[in-house]
């Protein structure tokens, strides 16, 4: 015991002199949350209310409140939008986007252009001959056509005596 005194191996007495205690420490160096928060002004009211990031207070005096700045600004979609003529409505058919004017001032409606072009598949496979029926027919594909007619059809063939 008056050993550990000397040395300073009293966890109680060394811990006061070298300010390890908790309660003690933290009081001197300023990691106490509620004395440091205020003293380094990172406590979220007072700090928010002095360097004006409280959200209501710094909105209504910088200007970033929505309502205020978009009216303000010219951002508001149905304010912006009627005077940049970027309304969706107002804009295609001006600038001839709109998928049906523009579609059918160009010639690129589906209908229109695949009639025009020939690459409807109905039109185009008639033309061209690239229909299944009508070019199994013509070049003699058609199973029952092609099978009659070079005789490899079972039952004709058994009938024909082969």
Do not use: I
């Not at 390890?20 to 009081?27: G, N, Q």
């Not at 300023?30 to 928060?37: Q, T």
């Not at 409807?120 to 033309?127: G, L, M, Q, V």
Request: aromatic letters at 2%; proline letters at 0%; hydrophobic letters at 10%.
């Amino acid at each position: 015991m008056t050993d550990s005194e000397r040395r300073g191996d009293d966890s109680r007495s060394d811990s006061e002199r070298r300010g390890d205690d908790s309660r003690a420490d933290t009081e001197r160096r300023g990691y106490n949350s509620r004395a440091d928060n205020e003293r380094r002004g990172h406590n979220s009211r007072a700090d928010s209310e002095r360097r004006g990031y409280n959200s209501r207070a710094d909105s209504e005096k910088r200007g970033n409140n929505s309502m205020t700045d978009s009216e303000r600004r010219g951002d508001s979609s149905s304010a912006d939008s009627e005077r940049r003529g970027n309304n969706s409505m107002t804009d295609s058919e001006r600038r001839g986007n709109n998928s049906r004017a523009y579609s059918e001032r160009k010639g690129n409606n589906s209908r229109t252009d695949s009639e025009r072009r020939g690459n409807n598949s109905r039109a185009d496979s008639e033309r061209r001959g690239d229909n299944s029926r009508a070019d199994s027919e013509r070049r003699g594909y058609n199973r029952r056509a092609d099978s009659e007619r070079r005789g490899n059809n079972r039952r004709a063939d058994s009938e024909r005596g082969l």
